[in-house]
C-alpha cells in the first residue's frame, strides 16, 4: 500500500476540471436524451399513436362526372356518356418483374398498345398515387373488356372499371366555345383554381368547360382501404360517393349556332352573334372546327398535331376570339363617330368624292375606281365611299395632337380584349404613332409613322388587326346608345333537376358619350348600305323580312385573297342583336361574308335557319 501510494501521480486541479466539465457534459446529454424520450413517450403519446394508425388506412380517389352544360333552351350541349377502363390494381399485380412484364405484354397484344408504354405509364401513376387503381387504356370497346373479365386467370391483377367520360354530341358545332378537357398537369396542380384536384383527373382546358371548371367539376368521391405495415391491402372500410358536378345553362342557342356553323362550311372564316343590350352571346363559331371528344379520352400526338397544323387550318385556332384581321370598310364606323364627335363633320356635311385623293403624291382611290359625287356622311356609309373616309383618316391625323381616330377605336374596344368568359383570347392590335415609331426606332421596321398610315386606318386597312368579337362589340356600342359592354356566355348553374343554384349578374357597362344625333346619323346610313337601293349590301338584304343596317368590309391582306366581313344590326331603328361574321380569301364583303350574316340572322326571322314561311315570326325565337 505504501508503494502504491509512492508510484501514483497526484490528480493537478487542471485534470479535476477536466473530468467535471466532461462529467457535466455527459449528464447533460443524458438530461436532455431522458426528457426527449419522456416527451415522446407520455406527452405526445396520444397523437403518435392516431397517427400510426391513420398511417394504416388509404384513400382511393373516386372521380365525380362533370356536370352536363346546356344552351338558353335546354337543349344539351355537352354531356357525360360510359365508358369501361381498363385498370391494373397495385395490390394484385405479380411480384416479380418477368411475371409483370409477361402481363403487360399480353394486355399490349389485345389492347393495341406498346407493352413498354403500359409499364412506364402504370409506374408513374403507382408513384404517385401508390394505392389507387392505375388506368392501362380508357374507352375499351365491349369485346375487349368482356374478354379480360373472362380470362382473369391470365391478367391476374388487371380488372375494368366503369367511368364516366366526356360527350360532345354536337361534335364540331360550337367545340371552340364549349371547350375540351384534359388531365390536369404539374403546373396546374399549383394552381390555387385547381385546389383539391388529384393527379389524374380530368379539368377543363378550353373554352367554357375551362372558364366555369370549378362549377362543372363536382366532387370526387373515396374508397378507404386499410392496408399493413407494408403498405399491402388487408380490408374495405367505407366508401364515399362522388358528388357529380353542377349543370351549366348557357346563353347560346342552338339553332342559331348551327346555321352559323353551316354558314362557314368550308372556309377558314369566324362569326359572333350577340345582344347588344346585355351582352349574351347567341352564338359565336369558328372554322375549321373539330371534335372535341377526341379530348374526352387521352389523345394522341399525331391527333393534336393535325389538329394544329395551319396546313390543315389550324382547327383548334378560334378565328372568332383569337384572330387579327383588318376590317377593311366596317371600321368606318369608328372613322364616322371620332370626325363627329370631334366636329370635323356634321351629319350634313358634305365632301366630293372624284374616285381619288392624292396625299403628298400618293394616291388611294375608291375600290374598283368608283365615283360617287358630292356625298354627306349617311350616302357615304351607304356606298362605302373610301375617298370620303380618306379625308377624315387625313384630317384626323392632323386635328388636336393627333390620336383622335385611334382613341375612339380604343373606347369601341378595339385592340384589346373584351373579357369575354372563355379565355384564350387575343388583343388585336390597333396601330399609332408611338407602335410604328417604337417599331422603327429598334430597326424592326422601314418607316416611322406617316399621314399614310391614318388614311388607311380610316378604311379598316394597314397593321389594324381585329377580332370579330371585337368588331360585334364595337357595332353593340353604337347600337345600344354608346354602352360598351361585356360579352359573355354564362347565365346561370342549375342542380340536375335543373333547379336554378346560381344567377351570373351581366357585368358592369361603361357608357361613351356619344352625341344621339351623329349616332342616329350612323345608323341611318348603315341602314341605307343594306335595305337601300345602291347600298353595298342592298342585293343581299333588299328583300329581308326584318328592317335592319349593317355594313360590309372587304380588306385586303398582303400574299392573300381580300378578306371578307359583314357587321349586321337588327331589328332597325333599335337594334337588339348583332351579327359579325368574316372570311379568309372571301373576297368582297357582299359576295360571301353578308350571306353568311343574312342565313345567321334569318333564324331570327323563322326563315332558312329554322324552315319557316317567308316572314314568319311564329314559334320558338331563339334570339331571346
Not at 375612339?408 to 373584351?418: D, K, P
Not at 385573297?561 to 380569301?585: H, K
Request: hydrophobic share 35%; net charge positive; glycine share 12%.
Amino acid at each position: 500500500m505504501y508503494l502504491d501510494r509512492e508510484t501514483r501521480p497526484p490528480i493537478t486541479p487542471q485534470l479535476a476540471l477536466r473530468v467535471a466539465i466532461i462529467g457535466g457534459v455527459a449528464l447533460v446529454l443524458f438530461g436532455l436524451i431522458f426528457f426527449r424520450l419522456w416527451y415522446l413517450q407520455v406527452l405526445s403519446g396520444d397523437r403518435y399513436r392516431t397517427e400510426a394508425n391513420n398511417n394504416r388506412v388509404r384513400e382511393i380517389n373516386v372521380q365525380a362526372p362533370r356536370g352536363r352544360i346546356v344552351d338558353r333552351n335546354g337543349k344539351v350541349l355537352v354531356d357525360n356518356r360510359s365508358g369501361y377502363a381498363v385498370v391494373v390494381s397495385p395490390d394484385k399485380l405479380p411480384k416479380g418483374k418477368r411475371k409483370r412484364k409477361e402481363l403487360f405484354d399480353r394486355l399490349g397484344q389485345i389492347l393495341g398498345t406498346d407493352p413498354t408504354s403500359i409499364a412506364k405509364n402504370v409506374k408513374k401513376q403507382l408513384k404517385v398515387l401508390p394505392f389507387s387503381p392505375a388506368t392501362v387504356k380508357q374507352d375499351v370497346p365491349q369485346p375487349t373488356y368482356s374478354y379480360v373479365l373472362e380470362n382473369q386467370d391470365r391478367y391476374p391483377g388487371v380488372d375494368v372499371e366503369q367511368v364516366a367520360l366526356r360527350k360532345y354530341p354536337r361534335q364540331e358545332i360550337g367545340a371552340h366555345l364549349f371547350g375540351t378537357v384534359g388531365q390536369i398537369n404539374a403546373e396546374e396542380l399549383k394552381q390555387k383554381r385547381y385546389q383539391g384536384v388529384a393527379q389524374g383527373d380530368r379539368v377543363g382546358q378550353s373554352g367554357v368547360e375551362y372558364a366555369y371548371d370549378r362549377y362543372l367539376r363536382g366532387r370526387d368521391g373515396a374508397n378507404r382501404v386499410q392496408v399493413d405495415a407494408r403498405g399491402d391491402f388487408r380490408a374495405q372500410l367505407q366508401t364515399r360517393a362522388p358528388q357529380p358536378g353542377e349543370q351549366l345553362r348557357l346563353s347560346v342557342d342552338y339553332s342559331v349556332q348551327q346555321a352559323g356553323q353551316q354558314a362557314l362550311a368550308g372556309w377558314k372564316a369566324a362569326f359572333v352573334a350577340m345582344d347588344v343590350q346585355t351582352g349574351e352571346i347567341r352564338a359565336l363559331g369558328s372554322s375549321p372546327s373539330f371534335d372535341p371528344n377526341v379530348f374526352s379520352k387521352t389523345i394522341k400526338q399525331s391527333d393534336l398535331d393535325r389538329l394544329s397544323s395551319a396546313a390543315n387550318g389550324a382547327p383548334l385556332f378560334d378565328r372568332a376570339t383569337q384572330s387579327a384581321y383588318p376590317t377593311g370598310s366596317t371600321f368606318k364606323l369608328i372613322t364616322a363617330t371620332a370626325a363627329l364627335q370631334g366636329g370635323l363633320i356634321t351629319p350634313d356635311t358634305v365632301e366630293y368624292d372624284g374616285g381619288s385623293l392624292n396625299v403628298g403624291g400618293t394616291v388611294f382611290k375608291n375600290a374598283g375606281g368608283a365615283v360617287n359625287g358630292a356625298l354627306a356622311l349617311r350616302q357615304a356609309l351607304r356606298v362605302s365611299s373610301d375617298v370620303f373616309f380618306y379625308r377624315l383618316g387625313l384630317e384626323l391625323n392632323s386635328a388636336g395632337d393627333g390620336h383622335g381616330l385611334q382613341r375612339w377605336a380604343h373606347r369601341f374596344g378595339l385592340g384589346q380584349r373584351t373579357g369575354i368568359d372563355v379565355g384564350g383570347e387575343g388583343s388585336g392590335l390597333l396601330p399609332s404613332p408611338e407602335w410604328r415609331n417604337r417599331l422603327y426606332r429598334k430597326h424592326l421596321t422601314d418607316r416611322p409613322w406617316s399621314v399614310g398610315d391614318n388614311i388607311n386606318l380610316a378604311v379598316g386597312q394597314g397593321d389594324v388587326g381585329v377580332s370579330p368579337l371585337q368588331l360585334a362589340l364595337a357595332y353593340a356600342t353604337l347600337a345600344n346608345g354608346g354602352y360598351v359592354i361585356h360579352p359573355h356566355v354564362g347565365q346561370r348553374v342549375e342542380d340536375v333537376d335543373g333547379q336554378v343554384m346560381q344567377e351570373f349578374r351581366d357585368p358592369p357597362r361603361r357608357k361613351l358619350n356619344i352625341d344621339p344625333a351623329n349616332r342616329q346619323a350612323i345608323l341611318e346610313g348603315l341602314h341605307l348600305a343594306a335595305q337601300s337601293p345602291g347600298g353595298t349590301s342592298y342585293p343581299v338584304f333588299k328583300d329581308f323580312p326584318m328592317p335592319m343596317a349593317g355594313k360590309t368590309g372587304t380588306a385586303q391582306r398582303t400574299g392573300q385573297n381580300d378578306q371578307s366581313w359583314y357587321a349586321g344590326l337588327a331589328p332597325y331603328p333599335n337594334p337588339r342583336y348583332v351579327v359579325v361574321a368574316t372570311f379568309e380569301g372571301g373576297g368582297f364583303g357582299v359576295e360571301t361574308a353578308a350571306p353568311a350574316g343574312r342565313k345567321i340572322l334569318s333564324v331570327r326571322c323563322g326563315r332558312e335557319g329554322n324552315g319557316g314561311s317567308k316572314g314568319s315570326t311564329a314559334g320558338v325565337n331563339p334570339y331571346g
